[in-house]
């Protein structure tokens, strides 16, 4: 079933590898999660009162840093790569939705998002390797792909529409948490609106369906793996994020579920 959409594993032991190591690595973070062992960022950023000070950056200094060196790889493939493996039309499209992914992360983070909290150095610096080894490796396995044999079933504009409603929806919902406090409000609230009477997550469910989208376009292995462990990885930071409400809102409803609507 696979050969039918995908292309062959390229023969290369770094992609090999780099699958095998993202699915896990992100599985694993996941499931830390669920446990409680978060990483340090966004409202879980002081769960470890024995944190230093000095280990730490501002949430907006710290998201920058996270997205800016995958935004980078996938704007400097664009000039790195041959001009003629950059003529395949899948290949393009691939660069493009993620580095307009990682542009729109930035652009959020510079005139969206409202911060209160902290980034911890280890957990930037792990985040930040993450997105730029992915999109490095996503961009080459595609690259190594240039000349074999398309799948039979193309769902390269499948995936263009996947990757769009992603990104819009995704993007709809942090703008409808950055209206819940003014630059000066540090205090979480409740979200509301969109489809935030339903999950907690909704952001997360989108971003999910983004990258889904990004593997579709693309069709390799890689790009398929990592969707599947980014998928796994938010599952438990909203399964996570639900347990945080609950323990902080007394008046939380009950049937708000983690990221799908009336399932989880």
């Known amino acids: 079933m696979a050969w039918l959409i995908l292309f062959a594993p390229p ?36 769960s470890n009162k024995k944190q230093l000070l000095n280990c730490q950056l501002s949430s907006r200094t710290g998201m920058l840093l996270i997205y800016s060196p995958a935004f980078l790889v996938g704007a400097a493939s664009f000039w790195l790569l041959h001009a003629a493996e950059s003529g395949s039309l899948r290949f393009m499209l691939v660069k493009s939705v993620l580095t307009i992914h990682f542009l729109k992360r930035i652009l959020e983070v510079l005139l969206v998002h409202k911060y209160s909290g902290r980034v911890m150095v280890d957990s930037l610096i792990l985040i930040s390797l993450s997105y730029g080894l992915s999109t490095a490796t996503m961009i080459y396995a595609q690259q190594l792909t240039q000349g074999f044999a398309e799948p039979p079933i ?15 929806v995704n993007f709809y919902h942090h703008c409808l948490l950055s209206k819940l406090r003014s630059n000066r409000d540090k205090e979480y609230k409740l979200p509301k609106g969109g489809l935030f009477g ?67």
């Open 11 to 46: 023969p290369s032991i770094y992609v090999t590898v780099m699958t095998v190591v993202s699915a896990v690595s992100l599985a694993n973070a996941g499931w830390s999660e669920v446990r409680g062992k978060h990483l340090q960022y966004s409202k879980f950023w002081n």
């Open 154 to 168: 193309d769902l390269m504009y499948p995936g263009m529409v996947l990757f769009l409603v992603g990104i819009t």
């Open 198 to 264: 339903l999950v907690v997550c909704p952001h997360y469910l989108f971003e999910i369906i983004g990258f889904w989208g990004v593997a579709f376009v693309s069709q390799t292995l890689y790009a398929f793996s990592f969707a599947t462990a980014t998928t796994l990885y938010l599952i438990g930071r909203s399964y996570a994020t639900r347990r945080w409400y609950l323990s902080k809102f007394e008046d939380f409803p009950k049937h708000i579920k983690a990221l799908l609507p009336f399932l989880f």
